[in-house]
C-alpha cells in the first residue's frame, strides 16, 4: 500500500470508530514513511475537524478562568461553557492566580514594560530578573542561577552547553522531551538507562568512560509516572564515575522536600548536584525555566547556552510574579503541607477502589487503563460529568499503559476529590476497566 494512502485509511478508520486511536500516531508514521508536509496537514486538518465536530477532541481545551482547582472551561459545541473540577492542572500551589503574585506581575508591567525587548545576554535583564535569579539560588541552596524564557528551553540550552560532539549524555529512559531534544542539539553520544534502575546506570556509565564530559541527567518527580529518582543513590553512582548530574525540578519544585525546596532536599543531597534545571511553569505558577549551580557552571551556560542567547529574555511581568510566588511558597508553608495530604487522600482511595496506579503518592498520579479505547471512553465520559483530567495515549507512553494523569494541586477541597473519585469509578466501570458496568 502506498504511503498516501496508509494515511486514507487512517483517516477513514478515525472517521468511522471514534474510539480508534487518535491520529497523530497514524501521522507521524506516515511521514516517517515519506508522505510529505502538505498531504500529511491536509488530512489531519481533516480528521481535527471530525473530531471537533463531535465535540470529542480532548486537546487545546480553552480556558475561561485561572488554572486552579475549578475552571470556567469553554465548550463551543455544547452549553458554550462548563465549571469542571481541575485534575489537568500543574499549578500545584495554587499559586498562578495569588493575589500578590498577580500585583507582582502588574507592578512589574507598569515600571518595566510587558515584554523584555532582547535576549537576556544583550538587554534583555531587569531588576525582576535578578532578584528571581537569587531567589532561586537560595531556595536550590546554590551559588547562583540562570533564568530562561522556558523549562523547555532550559533543557535544551543547559544540556546542549555542557556537552559537545566529544561528550556523552546518558539518560533515564522515561526523560522529558526537552532533555532528549537537548541530547540531540550537543552532538553527544546519547544513551539510555533503565527507568530509575541504578545498577543499570552504573554499567553504561562503566561502559563508557571515554568521553570527556559525561553527564547524567534525570527528574526530581517524572512527569508521567509521577515517582521520584532515586537521588541519593544516583548521585552515589554518579560520583564514583567522576560524571556530572544534573536533576531536572521541574515537577519537584515547590513539592518535594521541606517548604518544597525540591528533590535534592528530599533526598538529603542539597548543595551537591551539578546542576538544578527547573521550570517556573509549574508549582511556581508563572512561565520561564531556570537553570541553579555552582557559579562557574552557571556562568559559562549563561554564555554558551543556545536557547537563551537566541531567544528574547523571560518577560519583567513574569520574572516578578515568580519571585513573589517564591516568597508565597516560603511564607504559606501550609500550600506543600495540603498539596501533600489531597495526594495521599486520592492516592490511597484509587487504590482501595482497586485501579492500577503509582506505587506513592504524589502531585501527578497516572492511572492506568491500558488501552486507546477505555482511555479515550473515559476521558470522554469524565469530561461530560466536567472533571478535566488529561488522557495520555502511545506514543507518550509505550502501549498498554495508556493512562488518566491526574495532577492535583493545594486549593482542591475534600468535597471536589470525592466527587472526582466517584465519577472516574463510575466512568471506569462504564468504559468495561472493571469487567462490568455500573449501576445507572
Ligand atoms: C520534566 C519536564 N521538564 C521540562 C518541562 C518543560 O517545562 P516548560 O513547560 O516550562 O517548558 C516539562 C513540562 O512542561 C516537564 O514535565
Given amino acids: 500500500m502506498s504511503t498516501a494512502s496508509q494515511l486514507v485509511k487512517a483517516k477513514k478508520s478515525i472517521e468511522a ?12 508514521r506516515a511521514r516517517e514513511n515519506g508522505v510529505d508536509f502538505r498531504t500529511a496537514a491536509s488530512m489531519f486538518a481533516g480528521a481535527v475537524d471530525h473530531f471537533e465536530s463531535k ?25 458554550g461553557e462548563r465549571r469542571m473540577i481541575m485534575l489537568a492542572s500543574n499549578n500545584y500551589l495554587g499559586l498562578a492566580s495569588h493575589p500578590k503574585v498577580i500585583e507582582a506581575a502588574c507592578q ?14 544583550l538587554v534583555g ?27 523547555y528551553s532550559a533543557n535544551v540550552g543547559v544540556i546542549s552547553a555542557v556537552c559537545g560532539k ?18 540531540k542539539l550537543s552532538g553527544a553520544q546519547l544513551k539510555v538507562f533503565r527507568h530509575n534502575d541504578v545498577e543499570h546506570l552504573d554499567n553504561v556509565l562503566r561502559r563508557n568512560q571515554d568521553a570527556r564530559t559525561r553527564l547524567v541527567a534525570v527528574e526530581g518527580i517524572y ?55 527547573g521550570t517556573l ?24 547556552a543556545r536557547s537563551g542567547m537566541f531567544s528574547t529574555a523571560p518577560s519583567p511581568m513574569v520574572t516578578a510574579a515568580a519571585a513573589a510566588a517564591i516568597e508565597v511558597i516560603e511564607e504559606e508553608s ?49 469530561h461530560r460529568a466536567n472533571i478535566c483530567v488529561n488522557s495520555v495515549p502511545f506514543p507518550a507512553v509505550a502501549h498498554g499503559s495508556e493512562r488518566l494523569r491526574i495532577s492535583l494541586t493545594a486549593n482542591h477541597t475534600r468535597e471536589q476529590l470525592v466527587e472526582a473519585l466517584r465519577c472516574i469509578k463510575r466512568a471506569a466501570y462504564n468504559a468495561g476497566l472493571f469487567g462490568e458496568k455500573a449501576a445507572a
Avoid at 18 to 24: F, W
Avoid at 108 to 121: E, N
Avoid at 286 to 302: E, N, W
Wanted: glycine share 10%; net charge negative.
Fill in 17 to 28: 470508530q471514534d474510539n480508534e486511536e487518535m491520529s497523530l500516531v497514524e501521522v507521524l
Fill in 55 to 79: 465535540g470529542h477532541n480532548l486537546y487545546r481545551r480553552m480556558l475561561l478562568e485561572p488554572s486552579d482547582a475549578e475552571a470556567l472551561v469553554d465548550y463551543p459545541h455544547e452549553a
Fill in 108 to 121: 512589574a508591567a507598569r515600571m518595566y514594560g510587558a515584554g523584555a525587548g532582547s535576549s537576556p545576554l
Fill in 125 to 151: 535583564t531587569f531588576p525582576t530578573t535578578r532578584k528571581l535569579e537569587t531567589k532561586l539560588a537560595n531556595f536550590k541552596g546554590t551559588e547562583e542561577a540562570c533564568v530562561f524564557a522556558t523549562g
Fill in 166 to 183: 566529544n561528550d556523552l549524555v546518558i539518560l533515564d529512559r522515561y526523560s522529558h522531551a526537552s532533555m532528549v531534544d537537548g541530547a
Fill in 223 to 277: 512527569s508521567m509516572d509521577g515517582d521520584a529518582a532515586p537521588l541519593d543513590e544516583i548521585l552515589r553512582v554518579v560520583r564514583k564515575h567522576d560524571a556530572m548530574l544534573l536533576v531536572d525540578e521541574a515537577h519537584s519544585t515547590g513539592v518535594l522536600g521541606e517548604g518544597g525546596r525540591g528533590a535534592a532536599a528530599h533526598f538529603g543531597v542539597e548543595g551537591q548536584i551539578d546542576l538544578h534545571v
Fill in 281 to 304: 511553569s509549574k508549582a511556581i505558577g508563572a512561565c520561564g525555566g531556570f537553570v541553579a549551580g555552582k557559579s562557574d557552571l552557571v556562568t559559562y551556560i549563561r554564555y554558551f
Fill in 334 to 382: 501550609w500550600r506543600v503541607e495540603r498539596l501533600w495530604d489531597n495526594c495521599r487522600f486520592l492516592h490511597s482511595e484509587l487504590k482501595r477502589m482497586g485501579f492500577k496506579i503509582s506505587e506513592q503518592p504524589s502531585p501527578i498520579i497516572p492511572v492506568i487503563v491500558g488501552s486507546m479505547p477505555i482511555l479515550r471512553q473515559m476521558t470522554l465520559e469524565l
